[in-house]
């Protein structure tokens, strides 16, 4: 398992802070590393990050990892995402050539018509050394304009701009603080291209805790003919007229292309739960807007779709896997609203409205199915797709028939396709042409149900190559994430090929806390019963090692945000069954993270030390908390971009430095730092390929495979 290291890592010294919660002393070692800035904290993470990258750098695998990743990568001639298809049959899209550092946006008129450059980050980036990268577009409803947004380094700071897209003038001065949203743009343009409605953050201005940061946002107009003019408060805490929200909602205006009326949708984006408010689009010039609410968080409703007078929404109300429901737009009342699509053993994911019929899609048994409701009747028809797998509704319309789908499996990499209903025809598109290595032929998977410590059975997800013999000496790698209700659903990234090529085998845990099984399935992984996600993992992985796939000395854990709960906790409760331990920017301080920016809006979702249950199980679930002293720990990467703004990187600084003073394993625990990088979100090509190098390079050496 040797490989060069050169120094060992600075040892950071202990200064323990110790509180009271509810009675129950916490002590905290490392607390002042949570004060980043410092110049004493800020050079101990860059001698962290500058010996980890010696490291892995030094690990034999690593080289030939790298090279076959970007050559598998490199393979397709590009790769596209984000398509709006538009009612004029313009298509606007972003697309990365496999030389390129970040997607850009383009446009071109028609599926075969010749695309045109709109926006390029790296043009913005260039001599200034920074990782610029593609947020989010939204086009006017003829392509005419187009907003979109760019952030730097992984911030998520997003400044939105405007393009005329005949011209390329850009129009006014970039807008800060903007954002997208769960279930869709946040900028929605007015018919008549005249403007569009946008979130915006607060600033946050001094004295202000950095807690209210993604607080209390609110809608703005921005008018295409006021390009300099500060744009108009239109609904959220901002708008003095308004309903008032609570500070943890995010607002948002739909605008509906043939209606007088405009939906105003709140969201709390931890729940992913709304609230709809309806005003007629004449009225929005008032000084006091009558908003009228139409659904509340009582319903529990987590999307909408809107069809002529219709209103559709998706329910958890009664129905722990969804249902769709039906009611009047003009006269809305959800108590007495028709069932379109009623609960079933499959969950209800998604609703999207066309011109000819309104699409479901299911999640059900691992794999996604579609169903089409033609408007005027009560029936659902499915549509058959190409290979089981997942199904994303990429785009839909009211003003076109229709639908675009994403379709991926666990050995399929993602295609467009188009929904003709005339035809009743699924057409794959060329949009996204696939690549050598899209579909590989050699590749089995397998879906089996682990009994876990409580009885309950548990989806595992096994890729592996054929002929893989299970005689117990397989490297694998067993991941899962287990919160907010998320869904692991089948996708298939062509780089893991450079693991599976190797023997290796890839397996997902679809624990408790995640949607595979709708709210009861996220229910059982949530707060108090938050220990059932990783004794979920761990029964995964005593399956593996029971059914032979692999043995405890070449297993590994995988997981990232809110899934450094999962493994970090699987971790520190059976180190044993592990010979390495992979978080990416990990939630592994669960009992401090109530205090940074994004912690407010993650309360309803893991609980606040503010009160005695809420911190019994936040205290449970923090990996930190439980690293205990003289125990052999399996190896440890600790992955992290400092421009992180969702989890901080001192949650992994903490634990790294928690561990690198108590483990006896020998084992090294790495703090892997990348300082234009932040939760992920914006990293550039060649970043994402260093780190999933560092990952497997990283496993194969703690199973001691050098080569």
């Excluded at 343009?189 to 993604?214: C, I, V």
């Excluded at 009558?290 to 929404?313: M, Q, S, T």
């Excluded at 893991?496 to 099984?517: K, M, N, S, T």
Aim: charged residues 20%; glycine residues 8%.
């Amino acid at each position: 398992m040797a490989a060069p290291r050169p120094i060992k890592p600075p040892v950071a010294p202990v200064r323990t802070v110790t509180d009271i919660h509810h009675g129950v002393r916490v002590d905290d070692p490392y607390r002042y590393m949570e004060s980043t800035n410092d110049p004493a904290v800020a050079g101990w993470l860059r001698s962290q990050s500058d010996y980890a990258r010696v490291v892995l750098d030094s690990v034999p695998a690593r080289a030939g990892l790298l090279k076959r990743i970007e050559a598998l990568d490199g393979a397709a001639s590009a790769r596209v995402e984000s398509v709006s298809w538009l009612r004029n049959d313009r298509v606007f899209y972003f697309k990365r050539e496999p030389h390129e550092l970040q997607s850009k946006l383009f446009v071109r008129d028609g599926l075969r018509g010749k695309e045109r450059l709109l926006v390029d980050p790296e043009t913005v980036s260039a001599g200034t050394g920074k990782n610029v990268a593609l947020h989010f577009y939204s086009p006017s409803p003829s392509g005419r304009y187009v907003a979109y947004g760019i952030s730097e380094g992984g911030s998520e700071l997003v400044a939105m701009s405007v393009l005329d897209t005949a011209s390329g003038r850009v129009l006014g001065p970039p807008i800060d603080r903007t954002s997208a949203n769960v279930i869709g743009p946040a900028t929605k343009w007015l018919p008549d291209e005249s403007g569009f409605y946008f979130n915006q953050k607060q600033e946050l201005r001094p004295g202000m805790a950095p807690t209210e940061k993604y607080l209390n946002s609110s809608v703005f107009l921005f008018r295409i003919a006021q390009p300099d003019a500060p744009p108009k408060p239109i609904f959220g805490n901002a708008a003095m007229a308004a309903p008032r929200l609570q500070p943890d909602e995010l607002p948002f205006l739909a605008v509906l292309p043939e209606s007088e009326q405009v939906l105003a949708v709140s969201l709390l984006e931890i729940r992913s739960q709304i609230s709809l408010y309806s005003v007629q689009r004449s009225q929005l010039q008032q000084d006091r807007v009558p908003w009228r609410r139409i659904v509340g968080v009582e319903d529990k409703v987590r999307e909408f779709a809107v069809h002529g007078d219709d209103l559709y929404v998706i329910s958890a109300k009664n129905a722990p896997r969804f249902r769709v429901l039906k009611t009047s737009l003009a006269k809305p009342d959800l108590d007495n609203a028709s069932v379109v699509v009623p609960q079933g053993t499959a969950v209800v994911a998604n609703i999207a409205a066309a011109a000819d019929a309104l699409y479901i899609r299911l999640l059900d048994g691992g794999t996604n199915r579609l169903l089409r409701l033609p408007h005027g009747t009560s029936r659902t028809q499915e549509i058959a797709m190409p290979f089981p797998g997942s199904i994303r509704m990429a785009y839909a319309e009211v003003t076109r028939p229709g639908v675009l789908l994403e379709i991926a499996g666990w050995t399929r990499a993602r295609g467009y396709y188009s929904y003709d209903p005339a035809q009743a025809r699924l057409t794959r598109l060329d949009l996204q042409p696939p690549g050598p290595f899209d579909a590989p032929d050699r590749l089995v998977v397998q879906m089996v149900k682990v009994t876990s410590h409580d009885g309950v059975l548990v989806p595992l997800t096994i890729v592996r190559q054929q002929g893989v013999a299970l005689d117990a000496s397989n490297p694998a790698i067993l991941a899962g994430y287990g919160a907010y209700g998320f869904s692991f659903e089948p996708y298939f990234d062509p780089r893991w090929l450079a693991w599976l090529e190797r023997g290796g085998i890839y397996a997902i845990a679809h624990v408790r806390g995640g949607g595979e099984y709708g709210e009861d399935w996220h229910q059982g992984g949530f707060q108090q019963t938050k220990p059932n996600t990783w004794k979920d993992l761990i029964a995964c992985a005593g399956y593996l090692i029971a059914q032979r796939y692999t043995r405890p000395e070449r297993l590994g854990l995988l997981g990232g945000s809110a899934g450094g709960i999962l493994v970090g906790r699987a971790m520190t409760e059976r180190p044993d069954l592990f010979a390495a331990v992979v978080a990416n920017v990990g939630a592994l301080d669960m009992i401090r993270m109530e205090i940074t920016p994004a912690g407010p809006g993650n309360v309803d979702e893991f609980g606040s030390v503010k009160t005695e249950a809420g911190f019994a199980a936040l205290l449970a679930m923090s990996t930190y908390h439980h690293v205990q002293d003289r125990v052999r720990y399996p190896g440890v990467l600790l992955v992290h971009g400092v421009n992180d703004p969702r989890v901080p990187v001192w949650a992994s600084a903490k634990t790294a430095a928690r561990l690198q003073a108590t483990t006896t394993s020998g084992r090294p625990v790495l703090l892997r730092l990348d300082y234009q990088a932040g939760h992920g979100i914006g990293s550039s090509a060649p970043q994402r390929r260093s780190e999933f190098a560092d990952t497997l390079a990283f496993m194969l050496w703690q199973f001691g495979d050098l080569n």
